[in-house]
């Protein structure tokens, strides 16, 4: 049992790291305004029901990566609860990258859908 436990985090492990910078840019494009990343952890809670939720600390090198690519912008703000905070919004490349990036995921899901389907008849 304990393999079998061992299997499945460790494919959804691999799983996640292909699918974090999608998630992350629908979320910020869906955000009426630029969000920090406890607020993007907290959104991927609600709408994953559990399923994206997880370490927030491992969002925070994924924001920069996409920022660094120009798929994200961020500023800072100071923040009267505490230390300041890095805002992050989505940039017009990261709309362009997320629209592409949608349909590859489609055709991605699509296709293991009809496999995985298709095994069970």
Known sequence: MDDLAGQLKKFQKELSAGTVSLVLLAVLAQARQPMYGYQIAKRLEEVGEGVLAGKQSALYPVLRNLEASGLLASEVEPSI?????????????????????????????????????????
Do not use: N, Q
């Not at 990261?94 to 496999?115: F, I, M, P, Y």
């Open 81 to 121: 609860s505490g230390p300041p905070r890095r805002y992050y919004r989505i940039t017009k490349p990261g709309r362009e990258v997320l629209r592409e990036w949608s349909a590859a995921w489609d055709a991605t899901r699509d296709s293991v859908d009809k496999v995985l389907l298709g095994g069970l008849r």
